[in-house]
């Protein structure tokens, strides 16, 4: 992947797509994705990880409910790396992600994940350039392990919204019931190093990229679900799997 400007790239469906449409085949997507997922787990030679990516409030824990929570809860998991605890930081920074990563038949899906030891710990100058550019290089060699040896595919996704329309999301956190209890104060000064995090996206886009990156629309909630699903669904279909007979 060449040069990548994430201020040139939409953030929002076509408008020939119409909600009520997408909407529509969505359902049809996840019954697809339940039965697909039921044979992933049965079948037991493949396995998948999911990177979620994106900015505060660009949907990534939507995404998850929306797309995954049809299926299976024991063929899917889902992780969440927050700050590192003492024991983690007492080791190398891939330690705590090789600990989840997906066993045959399984679904993992990392809500943040290893990238952000290469974004916020460059923002926030807590690793230089030259330790920036090792770690990503270090998590091309990880992916490639997990990809080559051990069947998984890895999907990558970065969830793409305008800076308004985080700032917008960050305060309906503050108005709506139904959202205050995600409200933390730390989102804004976060916001305001927009810019900082995006020149650090788009370096780990670009130096990551052995696995491609997905990079999804998503000012637009339903969009994005959509176009997630599509994608996973695809990559379900083209392992031509098939369910295992009475065992012997």
């Known amino acids: 992947m060449g040069k990548i400007k994430l201020h040139e790239i939409d953030t929002r469906a076509p408008e020939k797509i119409k909600k009520e449409e ?4 969505m359902q049809g997507l996840l ?3 339940d ?9 037991h030679k493949h396995s998948i990880l999911i990177v979620v990516q994106g900015m505060d409030a660009s949907g990534k824990d939507g995404l998850t409910r929306d797309v995954f929570t049809s299926m299976n809860p024991q063929g899917v998991n889902v992780n969440s790396f927050k700050e ?4 983690e930081l007492s080791h190398d920074f891939l330690w705590r992600i090789h600990q989840h990563a997906p066993s045959k038949g399984m679904i993992e899906v990392f809500n943040r994940s290893h990238y952000e030891d290469v974004l916020i710990t460059r923002v926030h100058k807590m690793i230089d350039d030259r330790t920036a550019k090792k770690r990503m290089q270090a998590i091309n060699d990880f992916e490639k392990i997990l990809t080559e040896h051990n069947d998984t595919t890895i999907l990558k996704f970065y969830l793409h919204v305008t800076h308004q329309e985080q700032l917008k999301r ?3 956190r503050m108005e709506l ?3 205050m209890w995600k409200y933390n104060a730390s989102d804004f000064i976060e916001s305001e190093m927009w810019k900082k995090y995006m020149k650090c996206y788009e370096d780990a886009i670009e130096n990551c990229n052995h696995i491609p990156w997905h990079i999804i629309p998503s000012d637009q909630n339903w969009y994005k679900s959509y176009l997630v699903a599509t ?7 083209g392992f031509k799997m098939k369910y295992p007979g009475m065992k012997k």
């Not at 997408?22 to 085949?25: F, G």
């Not at 039965?35 to 079948?43: S, T």
């Not at 590192?84 to 024991?87: K, N, Q, V, W």
Request: net charge positive.
């Open 22 to 25: 997408i909407k529509s085949k």
């Open 31 to 33: 019954t697809e994705l």
């Open 35 to 43: 039965e697909m997922q039921n044979l992933l787990y049965a079948e």
């Open 84 to 87: 590192p605890t003492p024991e």
């Open 170 to 172: 960050l305060k309906e």
């Open 177 to 179: 019931p139904q959202k």
């Open 231 to 237: 994608i996973l669904l695809k990559t379900l279909k």
